[in-house]
């Protein structure tokens, strides 16, 4: 029941994993924690200079890794994830073993608009980056929508809203827990 418990955010990438998971965390009083930033102090370099060192297929592999060992941790915890986390086949599978997993699902012109100063993705460090975001949430689409338990559309919701909404589902699950799922 331990890991059931874990949330897990998903969605593309500036959706808003990280600041959900921060508020959350304050709101439910659980530990969060960001696989990138857990994967960046273990290699001790940034998520950058990851991808440029070693390439985008090494730092899958790492992300795959990390979610079989969290898998075994005990504890209570929100974990935002990367947004291509969800891609593989082999991490939807760890990500459902591994808690309730919500989808922030975003639009992306809101995404352009949040990133399009930020220099630390390094798949969207190219000359048309809001056609790359197109691109890729299409690819990722049936991805994110196959492991979410929970689909918020959040760019259209205020973020006391999409707290709320995650600590009501917690609730409703814990109580069809504790009753049994019948
Ligand atoms: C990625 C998203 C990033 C990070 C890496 C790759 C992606 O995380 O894992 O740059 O493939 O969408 P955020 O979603 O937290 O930006």
Redesign the pocket.
Known sequence: MGQEQNIILIG???SG??SVGVKLSYRLRLPGEDT?KLIERREGRS?SEIFADDGEEYFRQLETELLGELIGRGGTRIYSV???TPVRGENRRLLKQLGQVVYLKVSPETVYERLKEDAT???LQCPDPLDRIRQLMEERREAYEACADIIIEADQTEMEDIINRIAKERETRKLLVINGPN
């Open positions: 593309f990438m500036g994993k990280t990138d998520i990367g947004g291509g993705r390094p798949l």
